[in-house]
């Protein structure tokens, strides 16, 4: 059975929606963690706004097509999130590998938006270029705030591992 642009469009929506539940779980999880690196934990607070907000204007996005977000791809993806910051929090280094895996994520995210931008397009959907537009350039920004503040990462966590501190987080 074939697809119509606009049922692909849609579904990219209800995945990037469920991707965003999956960014705030994640990054709920890291920040309770975080102790030795108030900046980033700053950050990471912020962005979890930000994905709160990436998040409504992706319901608004579905209304507007007369659908909502998947509860199903949601709670799957949420739960996902849960367990992806958990696999890393028993790990002496678990800053170092969840600052790796948030870096990954991001550019996963930008990807995801580029493409809904074609879809979006493709669909002729002209109001929502603006909103993902917008959801696409906090994407760049978090990511671009990790690769420049990495350096910074892994200097605190060998100094506080080399002076035998809870480095990790």
Excluded: C
């Excluded at 790990?91 to 550019?107: G, P, R, S, W």
């Amino acid at each position: 059975m074939a697809s119509t642009i606009q049922e692909i469009y849609v579904t990219g929506l209800r995945n990037a929606h469920a991707l965003e539940v999956q960014a705030i779980q994640l990054l709920q999880r890291q920040a309770e963690r975080l102790e030795n690196y108030p900046q980033m934990e700053a950050r990471i607070r912020e962005h979890i706004e930000e994905s709160r907000n990436q998040s409504a204007r992706l319901e608004d996005l579905l209304r507007a097509h007369g659908t909502s977000e998947s509860t199903f791809k949601d709670m799957m993806t949420g739960l996902m999130g849960n367990v992806a910051a958990m696999a890393h929090a028993p790990m002496q280094d678990e800053v170092l590998k969840n600052t790796f895996a948030n870096f990954a994520f991001e550019h996963y995210e930008i990807a995801s938006y580029k493409a809904l931008l074609q879809m979006a397009e493709a669909a002729g959907d002209a109001k929502a270029p603006a909103a993902l537009r917008q959801s696409l350039d906090e994407e760049v920004r978090m990511a671009q705030w990790i690769e420049q503040n990495m350096p910074e990462t892994l200097r605190t966590y060998m100094q506080l591992e080399t002076a035998g501190k809870t480095s990790g987080r």
